[in-house]
């Protein structure tokens, strides 16, 4: 008889292996033509990185816009399916899964999106958001599933009254709670923070953040967590990857990242967290430029033109990730 999937991972979890297993992940969009009819490049969205998560582990991925953090999410959780690569979850490839297989993972597995105006139904009520997730893994007790709903709100920090109401009568505090609420209806083991407070004030945002770590004791749930916020990384996550145009440039715990950084990207990202001094505000000098286009057709490192440390090498060979001390990994030559 074939075991369930719950029944799978409690196994897994008992052998210690890791929550989530990526290795070599890339994701590309493919060539089109432009209206000249000329061929354009692939977009390196994700080119080719690897990490684990374990269970109960916060990992934080952060970097500039444009890097390939939000498409690392959806093809971790296959809403947009990759080029190449694995994603194991508790042992499993998903990416070998059929659809219905894994329609049955997605209750293990949830998504917090950055905009909770977008991630909604404005046609539907709260209550009826909260539902969907019953209804759609085939738990048909209407009475139910509104009593379940019910104890959602509260768990988040909402009420009753709210239960009514549609998207536009909440803030987007309140209907991130929402969003929360729903990611955590099924009970799911690994959740993905998409920039889960970026579009929040930053009175809000704090709330939302302890929300999150509360939710994470009391359900076990690990995290990804993306953002471009170092100060909030700083807070919540147990470790942090660092991405740079489609590569995870450097990865290592919280504490090493933030006292002990090697890469230039890194420092420079945390050059970037305004300092309080005497009253006033100072911030050091960032890097210079802007992120490169991921189409674009580089040689060498793909850091090497905003790099203040380059040398000719920096201009002809990628470096790898590689561990420079122990449980900290950096793809630069100098800091290996």
């Known amino acids: 008889m074939e075991l369930s999937f719950r029944t799978r991972v409690v ?28 061929q354009v490049a692939s977009v390196r969205a994700v080119d080719g990185i690897s990490f684990t998560i374990s269970k109960g582990e916060t990992l934080g991925l952060v970097g ?43 209750k293990e597995m949830q998504i917090i999106f950055q905009d909770p105006y977008s991630s909604v139904n404005p046609a539907r009520s709260i209550g009826n958001i909260l539902q969907e997730p019953f209804e759609i893994h085939n738990c048909r007790d209407k009475k139910e599933n509104a009593e379940k709903a019910l104890q959602l709100l509260e768990r988040v920090g909402l009420t009753s009254e709210h239960f009514k109401k ?59 967590f993306i953002s471009h916020d170092m100060a909030v990384v700083e807070y919540f996550c147990d470790r942090v990857a660092v991405m740079y145009l489609g590569k995870i440039v450097e990865i290592a715990s919280s504490e090493q990242i933030y006292k002990s950084p ?3 990207y890194t420092l420079a990202l945390l050059n970037a967290i305004p300092k309080l001094d005497s009253g006033k505000i100072k911030q050091r000098i960032p890097i210079k430029g802007d992120i490169s286009s991921p189409a674009s057709l580089q040689t060498g490192c793909a850091f090497q033109s905003r790099c203040p440390i380059k040398e000719k090498r920096c201009e002809e060979e990628i470096p790898n990730l590689q561990e420079s001390a122990p449980n900290h990994h950096v793809a630069c030559f100098f800091k290996q």
């Open 166 to 224: 549609y998207p536009h009568e909440l803030s987007g505090g309140q209907l991130q709670r929402v969003g929360i609420a729903r990611a955590i209806a099924l009970n799911p083991k690994f959740v993905v923070a998409d920039e889960p407070v970026a579009a929040l004030d930053v009175s809000i945002q704090a709330q939302i953040i302890n929300l999150l770590l509360d939710l994470k004791e009391e359900l076990d749930i690990s995290y990804l």
């Open 11 to 38: 196994m897994n979890i008992k052998k210690e292996i890791p929550l989530l297993e990526v290795v070599d992940l890339k994701k590309y969009f493919l060539p089109t033509k432009n209206i000249l009819e000329m």
């Open 262 to 264: 090697k890469h230039p």
């Open 64 to 106: 500039e816009s444009g890097c390939g953090k939000s498409t690392v999410a959806k093809t971790l959780l296959r809403l947009i399916e990759p080029t190449s690569g694995q994603v194991s979850f508790f042992g499993t490839n998903l990416f070998d899964l059929k659809n219905i297989t894994m329609r049955n993972i997605r």
